[in-house]
């Protein structure tokens, strides 16, 4: 703008758009420092979680891509931030920040709450805290570099949108991210009470991965065996009906789990492992006839047990209850297309933060039990595609001899609760035909 003395001044908007970019700047120099010092403690944690202080039986090497491709991840939004609009460095604090608090919660909070804290519990904390000073410092940046010169209907409605589609977005995607770190880094902590009704043994034993596991053995007086899987809290119930016709159950705590080596996989994709490690320790056993070994898995340990049959004849029968999907390879077998996106993230971060490949499909391996028995048993109301999509395809892809129970009043692996008498009866009776020969 040209004033009488023949000078320029800035105008109005020149002089609104010079302040805003000094403030913009003022915002980026203040978070140079914080948000690499930030992403450099969420580092030290994931060293430590992956090549430090790896849980007992686990080593470094286990933890490849687990520890390096989020240190390559943190070092490169550190190495790009400065240099990036305001939009795009809150979106990267938000989200690493997110991650930092998920990272520290999931380990820390929770087992230290359980147990007390130990190991890599202590970094985790500082990952926590780093996490929340991120969110603090992306939230800021958000705020401060708002826009405040366009149309005002057209501003609100684009906070709008980008407000629906992040909430979208963050609900689709970033969540189901998240939640796979704690499928593969929380379990269960301790060893519930044992309520057997009968005495039992402590035992130990070695998966062919090199874990040992601990568990509890109820000696057979029929000379066969049971594995109640997975956990020693879940299938006390069962075990006891078992046990009151003479089965030995072996029930024991998987990997990750209480007082056993390793880490937890929420969706089990490795306790195969487990189950043919129990197998095995049940045919040293003098007590039991080793073609006379079967297994009643629940939720994830159905799933897991249908697979363990599959890849090996130690098993002669198995009961599935409450068997659902494990991977996106089940979400697409039952067609659930809005869950594909989910369950791949979910299936992505799973292999990422637990460092191995997903499983077959179920439905792929069923077939290969036969001719061994095996019985399915699903709920209506259970969860995960479970009811009449997963277990009736599990159903037609088994070979003889099958069985199949739908209890539509029974929960998630609930069947016991729902109908205990014809529960007993149709376990009972199936074992009894598959490893005893009855009827």
Same mark, same amino acid.
């Given at each position: 703008?040209?004033? =009488?003395?023949?000078?320029v001044r800035?105008?109005?908007?020149?002089?609104?758009r010079?302040?805003g970019?000094?403030r913009l700047?003022?915002?980026?120099?203040?978070?140079?420092?914080?948000?690499?010092a930030?992403?450099?403690?969420i580092?030290v944690?994931?060293?430590d979680?992956?090549?430090l202080?790896?849980?007992?039986?686990?080593?470094?090497?286990d933890?490849?891509v687990s520890?390096?491709v989020p240190?390559?991840?943190?070092l490169?939004?550190a190495?790009?931030?400065?240099?990036l609009?305001?939009?795009?460095?809150? =979106?990267?604090?938000?989200?690493?920040g997110?991650?930092g608090?998920?990272v520290g919660?999931?380990?820390a909070?929770?087992y230290?709450?359980?147990?007390?804290?130990?190991g890599?519990d202590y970094?985790?904390?500082?990952?926590l805290?780093?996490?929340?000073l991120?969110?603090?410092?992306?939230?800021a940046?958000l705020?401060?570099?708002?826009?405040?010169?366009?149309?005002?209907?057209?501003?609100?409605?684009r906070?709008?949108?980008?407000t629906?589609?992040t909430?979208?977005a963050?609900w689709?995607?970033?969540?189901?991210?998240?939640l796979?770190?704690?499928?593969?880094?929380v379990?269960?902590a301790?060893?519930?009470a044992?309520?057997?009704?009968v005495?039992y043994?402590?035992?130990?034993?070695?998966?062919?991965?090199?874990l040992?596991?601990h568990?509890?053995?109820v000696?057979?007086?029929?000379?066969? =065996?049971?594995?109640?899987?997975?956990?020693?809290?879940?299938?006390?119930?069962?075990?006891?009906i078992?046990?009151?016709?003479?089965?030995?159950?072996?029930?024991?705590?998987?990997?990750?789990e209480?007082?056993?080596?390793?880490?937890?996989?929420a969706?089990?994709?490795?306790?195969d492992k487990?189950?043919?490690?129990?197998?095995?320790?049940l045919?040293?056993?003098p007590?039991?006839?080793?073609?006379?070994i079967?297994?009643?898995?629940l939720?994830?340990g159905g799933?897991?047990?249908?697979?363990a049959?599959?890849?090996?004849?130690?098993l002669?029968?198995v009961?599935?209850?409450?068997?659902g999907?494990?991977?996106?390879?089940?979400v697409i077998?039952?067609?659930?297309w809005?869950d594909?996106p989910?369950?791949?993230?979910l299936?992505a971060?799973? =292999?990422?933060?637990?460092?191995?490949a997903?499983?077959?499909?179920l439905?792929d391996?069923?077939?290969?039990?036969?001719?061994?028995?095996?019985?399915f048993?699903?709920?209506?109301h259970?969860?995960?595609?479970e009811?009449?999509?997963l277990?009736?395809?599990?159903?037609g892809?088994?070979?003889q001899?099958k069985?199949?129970?739908?209890i539509?009043e029974?929960s998630?692996?609930g069947?016991i609760?729902?109908r205990p008498?014809?529960?007993?009866?149709r376990?009972v009776?199936?074992?009894?035909r598959?490893?005893l020969?009855?009827?």
């Amino acid at each position: 703008m040209t004033v =009488a003395d023949g000078s320029v001044r800035p105008s109005g908007r020149s002089i609104r758009r010079g302040v805003g970019l000094g403030r913009l700047a003022r915002a980026c120099a203040r978070e140079s420092v914080p948000v690499p010092a930030a992403l450099a403690l969420i580092a030290v944690h994931i060293v430590d979680d992956n090549f430090l202080q790896p849980q007992p039986g686990m080593s470094a090497g286990d933890h490849l891509v687990s520890g390096l491709v989020p240190l390559a991840v943190l070092l490169l939004c550190a190495s790009v931030y400065g240099r990036l609009r305001a939009g795009s460095r809150a =979106a990267i604090a938000i989200f690493l920040g997110a991650f930092g608090i998920v990272v520290g919660a999931s380990e820390a909070v929770y087992y230290s709450l359980k147990v007390g804290p130990s190991g890599d519990d202590y970094t985790g904390f500082v990952a926590l805290g780093a996490g929340l000073l991120l969110v603090s410092v992306g939230a800021a940046t958000l705020w401060t570099s708002r826009r405040r010169d366009d149309n005002f209907w057209w501003r609100y409605l684009r906070r709008l949108l980008l407000t629906a589609g992040t909430v979208l977005a963050g609900w689709i995607l970033v969540l189901p991210f998240f939640l796979s770190y704690g499928f593969t880094h929380v379990t269960r902590a301790a060893v519930p009470a044992a309520r057997l009704g009968v005495p039992y043994q402590q035992v130990s034993f070695t998966t062919s991965d090199g874990l040992t596991l601990h568990g509890w053995y109820v000696p057979s007086r029929n000379r066969a =065996a049971v594995i109640a899987f997975p956990g020693r809290a879940g299938p006390q119930k069962h075990a006891r009906i078992l046990v009151r016709h003479g089965y030995g159950v072996l029930l024991f705590d998987r990997r990750g789990e209480g007082e056993s080596d390793g880490e937890p996989n929420a969706y089990g994709w490795a306790l195969d492992k487990d189950i043919a490690a129990a197998a095995a320790f049940l045919q040293r056993r003098p007590d039991v006839d080793r073609s006379r070994i079967g297994g009643i898995g629940l939720s994830v340990g159905g799933e897991m047990m249908l697979q363990a049959a599959a890849e090996s004849n130690d098993l002669k029968a198995v009961v599935s209850e409450g068997a659902g999907s494990r991977s996106v390879r089940e979400v697409i077998e039952k067609k659930a297309w809005f869950d594909v996106p989910t369950y791949a993230v979910l299936t992505a971060g799973t =292999a990422l933060f637990s460092n191995q490949a997903p499983p077959p499909n179920l439905k792929d391996l069923v077939g290969r039990i036969a001719p061994r028995s095996v019985f399915f048993i699903y709920s209506t109301h259970g969860v995960d595609g479970e009811e009449k999509q997963l277990n009736p395809k599990y159903y037609g892809a088994a070979g003889q001899p099958k069985q199949s129970w739908e209890i539509p009043e029974a929960s998630h692996t609930g069947g016991i609760v729902a109908r205990p008498k014809e529960y007993e009866r149709r376990v009972v009776g199936f074992f009894d035909r598959a490893l005893l020969g009855k009827g």
